[in-house]
């Protein structure tokens, strides 16, 4: 199944090949290769195979963001964005799972889908500093639905969470 092969790839090939590759030229250049092929992983939205994918993609990033901190400021809209696009297409999904006939573990992963793509991008805001919070102020001052602007809200929560868990000084207070 492709699915599984492309999981298998991420987890068994990337992901191991950030952490050997820590903050240097090496990882910058894998991370932008990262970002070409994670990115879109983020709306594949195809089912119960589609879930599975985004939830090693959604890892693999959060590992890429570590990994290749220097650059990440550079991306941060786009990388933003996703998250928050994969979030709300998840959060849709959830809503009419009855209508759609998600079964279970479907279900389950979207769930996860959720958690993961928040916490990402809270560790976006951290790693990609200004252009992915005017992602977050697009959404909180411009025409969204009300789930969107409250997970915003929630994304910016669990940013702060992260500063103070890890002793971050926010450049807003810099």
Known sequence: ??????????????????????????????ARLGLEIFLPFLRWDFGLPGRKV????????INLMVAAYPIMPHHGGKIASE??????QTKRRLQ???????????????VMV????????AIALVFCGERARAILIE??????????VEHAIEVE???QQLCERKGVADAEDQ
């Open 1 to 30: 199944d492709e699915s599984g092969l492309l999981r298998g790839i991420i987890i068994g090939g990337l992901i191991p090949l950030l952490h050997q590759a820590k903050q240097n030229a090496e990882a910058m250049e894998v």
């Open 54 to 61: 985004q939830v090693a993609t959604l890892v693999a990033l």
């Open 83 to 88: 998250l928050m696009a994969c979030w709300g």
């Open 96 to 110: 009419d799972a009855d209508t759609l006939l998600l079964v279970e573990e479907e279900q389950r992963l979207c």
């Open 114 to 121: 959720l958690a993961l793509s928040t916490h990402a991008a």
């Open 139 to 148: 959404i909180k001052t411009s025409n969204f639905d009300s789930d969107m």
């Open 157 to 159: 929560k669990g940013y």
